[in-house]
């Protein structure tokens, strides 16, 4: 088990996408802690999943957007196991308007979760990565960020804002031995892709040069490379896993 008794953190990881990536990670080993805003019952699923696999792992609630939530969480999971080894700032949301009705608190929400939540995660588990002087940040952001999307320009702003964050950590963090790295998950088959109308889907389907929505499953599979030791040369790269989309 490559990530055996490896300490991972993962974000708005009881649902979708993240709820994937915890439970690739556990199954090779890793003690997982899942964080989570509000969907107490996903988290209670999740709970029972990952203890399964290892009783060291956990769920943790907080808004990653908050300065104070994020510090008390960090507090919480440090207390437990010492030290984090891998961050994969995965939570997000999406307030889809064009622009001309876009509010400034949908901006500002978007903004909070997607970019200031990766900031302040990210801030708090240096401080331990830098004591090992080993470590892995893996941010996921959107093809939204590199093609643009109509109603999206909150969402991109957050998203692109990731990726540079991504390339300018990793040249902070390089000598230190921590590595930093974003996944671009394209269209990916998860609750929220599942309420498409067919129109919708097939117009999407159009976009993509493979010709299928990808699965949780293969996005899991590139952020664990990238969490491995196989891509320790790797670092400020983002791996699009969107089957040519963009």
Not at 75 to 81: A, D, H, P, T
Not at 216 to 238: D, H, M, N, R
Request: proline letters at 3%; hydrophobic letters at 45%; aromatic letters at 6%.
């Amino acid at each position: 088990m490559p990530f055996k008794e490896k300490r991972v953190i993962v974000t708005g990881g009881t649902r979708g996408l993240g709820k994937a990536i915890a439970l690739s990670f556990a199954r090779q080993g890793a003690w997982v802690a899942s964080i989570y805003a509000s969907d107490d019952k996903s988290a209670l699923n999740m709970e029972s999943a990952l203890k399964g696999f290892s009783a060291r792992s956990l769920i943790v609630k907080a808004d990653v957007a908050l300065r104070h939530d994020v510090q008390r969480m960090f507090e919480n999971i440090l207390g437990q196991w010492e030290h984090v080894d891998i961050l994969v700032n995965n939570a997000g949301i999406i307030r889809d308007k064009l622009l001309m009705f876009l509010g400034e608190e949908d901006w500002d929400l978007v903004i909070g979760v997607n970019l200031k939540g990766t900031y302040l995660c990210s801030r708090a588990v240096i401080k331990s990565m830098i004591g090992q002087r080993s470590g892995r940040i893996i941010n996921i952001t959107s093809p939204s960020a590199l093609m643009g999307r109509e109603g999206q320009t909150n969402y991109a702003a957050s998203k692109g804002g990731i990726i540079s964050f991504t390339k300018s950590l990793s040249r902070e963090m390089a000598r230190l031995g921590i590595t930093v790295n974003a996944v671009c998950p394209g269209l990916i088959s998860t609750p929220m892709t599942d309420r498409f109308d067919p129109e919708t889907k097939r117009s999407f389907l159009k976009m993509i040069p493979i010709g299928r929505f990808g699965e949780p499953e293969e996005v899991a599979g590139a952020v664990l490379f990238l969490a491995s030791q196989k891509a320790g040369y790797i670092t400020g790269q983002v791996l699009a896993v969107d089957g040519g989309l963009t």
